[in-house]
């Protein structure tokens, strides 16, 4: 596979279910576990949706591991499969198995949210702490396509129209992000470079189930960030979190959008460092 512009190739898993995953695994062996799991999108990787952030954990001391999903990235993008939630969580525990990591925290926005969800409820002896981004996962499937961002997705992503680096960077302007400075030409142009690797069976055969009426269930201590500016999902998930999560804690960001860890990215890994070491 060809290389992004600025993003780094890791190593790779080869699973047990014959899928191939890439990741980075970086820190001391020996140090607390975090694993992030990134969102959906054209384009998006473990590298472009968390470089702000899992450097830090590393200068911190933690390892921290960052794939990238199935079918996005550097990892293979079958299209004889359909990505149902339970492939994604599938991939990722296989990936973590190998790699030889028993516990870890799991830090997910949107989608990775969605799967680090799902994720925690299945493997709960696995998985230490959560942290999660406007996850998906807690609302039915449709509800998620009234949101002006999804629709807005839609229809830049699926016109006939070439998507351009600059129609990239509109759609994640207007969609994601109130603050528009802190998207750098770099990562626009990695995820159009990215996107231009990926398949659109992704995201028509994408299917996360509503796994609201499971939150009781959840062991472990959950942060959650929910940027209050959110054009991607519905704002009743919040309420969802608070009040189902029996460990919670929930904060609300004001003038931020889909992607906290980008637009408050030194906040973010203040108040999740704090979080990992003192819970």
């Known amino acids: 596979m060809a290389l992004i512009s600025g993003m780094p190739e890791g190593q790779y898993a080869d699973l047990p279910n014959g899928q191939r995953m890439h990741y980075q695994d970086l820190g001391p062996r020996d140090g607390v576990v975090a694993v992030f799991l990134h969102g959906s999108g054209s384009g998006a990787s473990g590298h472009s949706n968390f470089k702000a952030n899992y450097p830090v954990l590393v200068e911190q001391g933690y390892r921290v591991i960052v794939p990238d999903l199935l079918g ?48 925690a409820l299945d493997y709960p002896a696995q998985t230490e702490k959560l942290v999660l981004m406007a996850p998906g996962g807690i609302e039915e499937q449709a509800n998620y396509f009234t949101m002006p961002g999804m629709q807005m997705m839609k229809e ?26 802190c998207l750098d030409e770099q990562t626009v142009q990695e995820r159009w470079e990215s996107m231009q690797t990926q398949n659109p069976h992704v995201v028509k055969t994408m299917v996360v189930p509503n796994m609201e009426h499971e939150l009781k269930n959840l062991q472990c201590p959950v942060l959650v960030f929910w940027g209050m500016n959110e054009n991607m999902m519905p704002e009743t998930g919040i309420m969802k979190l608070a009040k189902n999560c029996s460990n919670s804690r929930v904060i609300l960001v004001s003038e931020c959008g889909h992607w906290v860890m980008m637009e408050h990215a030194a906040m973010f890994n203040r108040m999740t460092l704090d979080f990992l070491a003192n819970g």
């Open 72 to 119: 996005y990235g550097y990892s293979a993008k079958p299209t004889d499969v359909d990505y149902h939630l339970d492939l994604f969580v599938e991939c990722i525990k296989q990936t973590l198995d190998v790699i030889g990591v028993e516990n870890f925290t799991l830090i997910g926005n949107s989608l990775g949210g969605a799967i680090a969800l799902r994720f």
């Open 156 to 181: 830049v992503f699926t016109s006939a129209d070439p998507v351009t680096p600059a129609k990239m960077r509109s759609f994640f302007e207007t969609a994601f992000l109130v603050d528009p400075g």
